[in-house]
Nanobody, 118 residues
Framework: VQLQASGGGLVQAGGSLRLSCVAS????????VGWFRQAPGKEREFVTS????????YYAGSVKGRFTISRSSDKNTVHLQMNSLKPGDTAVYYC????????????WGQGTLVTVSS
């Protein structure tokens, strides 16, 4: 499966952005999908994930209550709604996919830059 992330940009603190991850090549509903981010000079970190059915979601503590992951009705797009953005959310955001809930993510998108100004 090929992943394409989009929706990044520059936003002021307190603002919102919605990222999208579009899949091609395989039915996206077969995959667990996650979002990760990497800030300058830092390790890549987990942000959120959603199960194949969309019934369960998981969030890093730093974004819980502000970010929401969801699957679109066409099943081939996963969105990340980011609200109340903080300068600390500035990073390149990557979507990733895997076939099982456990284990490593096998497929990665190219990343989209989110910059939050203070």
């Amino acid at each position: 499966v090929q992943l394409q992330a989009s929706g990044g940009g520059l936003v002021q603190a307190g603002g919102s952005l919605r990222l999208s991850c579009v899949a091609s090549g395989r039915t996206f509903s077969r995959y667990v999908v996650g979002w990760f981010r990497q800030a300058p000079g830092k390790e890549r970190e987990f942000v959120t994930s959603i199960t194949r059915s969309g019934d369960s979601t998981y969030y890093a503590g730093s974004v819980k209550g502000r970010f929401t992951i969801s699957r679109s009705s066409d099943k081939n797009t996963v969105h990340l709604q980011m609200n109340s953005l903080k300068p600390g959310d500035t990073a390149v955001y990557y979507c990733a996919a895997k076939t099982q809930l456990a284990g490593e993510y096998n497929y990665w998108g190219q990343g989209t830059l989110v910059t939050v100004s203070s």
